[in-house]
Nanobody, 129 residues
Framework: QVQLVESGGGVVQAGGSLRLSCAASGRAFRNYAMGWFRQAPGKERDFVAAINNWSGDSTYYADSVKGRFTISRDNDKNTVYLQMNSLKPEDTAVYSC?????????????????????WGQGTQVTVSS
């Protein structure tokens, strides 16, 4: 079973950039559709971005991050990334990656947290104004 470990969080000024990584251990990483979610203090967990398994050529973004964030995957490195540009104070949250195993290559991405089976521990992103 895949285990997920996020890294790359930190403190950045508004307008800055960060790249989050989610490294997966275990086998068959390419079979996992991946997603990024975030949760700010006192708020619900929100969808950020999703990518399909295998090719990673299907992606989807929350409206709040569209045009600023980019999700990608490197199956050879068992890693999914979230490049975050033009960061805003409202992007401050704990960011978690999630994985969903699918037996076959699929163009489908998943935007609901209930659709994912595996979660990382999260990484804090703080954007100062």
């Amino acid at each position: 079973q895949v285990q997920l470990v996020e890294s790359g969080g930190g403190v950045v000024q508004a307008g800055g950039s960060l790249r989050l990584s989610c490294a997966a251990s275990g086998r068959a990483f390419r079979n996992y559709a991946m997603g990024w979610f975030r949760q700010a203090p006192g708020k619900e967990r929100d969808f950020v971005a999703a990518i399909n398994n295998w090719s990673g050529d299907s992606t989807y973004y929350a409206d709040s991050v569209k045009g600023r964030f980019t999700i990608s995957r490197d199956n050879d490195k068992n890693t999914v990334y979230l490049q975050m540009n033009s960061l805003k104070p409202e992007d401050t949250a704990v960011y978690s990656c999630a994985a969903r195993f699918e037996a076959y290559s699929s163009p489908i991405y998943h935007v609901k947290w209930e659709e994912y089976y595996l979660w990382g521990q999260g990484t804090q992103v703080t954007v100062s104004s």
